[in-house]
Structures are given as C-alpha cells and as structure tokens.
C-alpha cells in the first residue's frame, strides 16, 4: 500500500464529505453549516451513550475549554443532561435527550436532503451511502 496515496484520499475524501455535510457545492451556490460541533456531539452522545468529557473532548478533538462552553449551551437548550457518577461525585458524564435526539433526527435528515436533492442523483447517493458504510465498517 501507497501511503502517500493513501494520506491523499484521506485529505480528498474529508475536504468532499465535509463540504457535501455543511451543504456547499457549486452547482447549489450556497453553504450551510449544517454539520456543526454541536450536531457532532449529538451525533457522538446518540452513537455512544454517555461519555465523560475528556472521551468527548478527544473523539471531537476540541479544547476542554471549548467543550466545557459548548456542554453548557447544550444543557440550558434541553440538548443534553450532565450525570454525575454513582460511586465518585467527581465523575461526569453527557447523556442526549429527547431533545437533543429530535434536533440530531431533524439535522441528519436535512443534510441527507440537501447532499443526495442537491449535489447528488439518487442512485449516486444510494452507492455513496453504501461505500461509506463500508468505510464506517472497516474502520470500526
């Protein structure tokens, strides 16, 4: 194997699925941030389960600092809850909601409207979604 074809695709396969996520493309003439840091943790947390903040911070690779701002927003909005742990007081964990479920359902099936109605026919997003999760396997 190719490294260096290897860190190319990787870079090239990014730079695409992040602009068909946040909506950009040129035939659309428009970006939406639709894949955002609080989308991602959502995304994270539904995945998951609960998890402490340094597993979220190093899954995400965001700075505590960022995430501590971001966890705070999220709970005031109902997005998700901070649960202390049984045995250690000391010990957090982030749970979604229902909430924050509804807001990760409705997100997803935006993006997935705007990639397949805009950037993409029907049977290329059909084999897109295939190959990618073929990708998620492999790399799982």
């Given at each position: ?117 805009c950037a993409l ?13 073929e990708v998620i396997?492999?790399?799982?």
């Amino acid at each position: 194997m190719d490294k260096k074809n290897l860190a190319f695709n990787l870079v090239t396969a990014r730079m695409l699925l992040e602009n068909l996520c946040d909506g950009f493309d040129t035939s659309c003439s428009s970006k939406k941030s639709l894949l955002t840091t609080k989308i991602k943790m959502l995304h994270l947390l539904n995945l998951e389960g609960r998890l402490s903040p340094s597993l979220i911070i190093c899954k995400l690779g965001v700075a505590k600092s960022n995430l501590a701002i971001l966890a705070s927003t999220m709970i005031k909005e109902g997005l998700i809850e901070k649960v202390e742990d049984t045995f250690d007081k000391r010990v957090i964990y982030y749970n979604i909601t229902q909430k924050g479920q509804e807001l990760l359902n409705n997100s997803l099936q935006v993006i997935n409207e705007q990639v397949c109605d805009c950037a993409l026919a029907s049977d290329k997003c059909k084999k897109l979604n295939k190959k990618l999760d073929e990708v998620i396997k492999l790399l799982n």
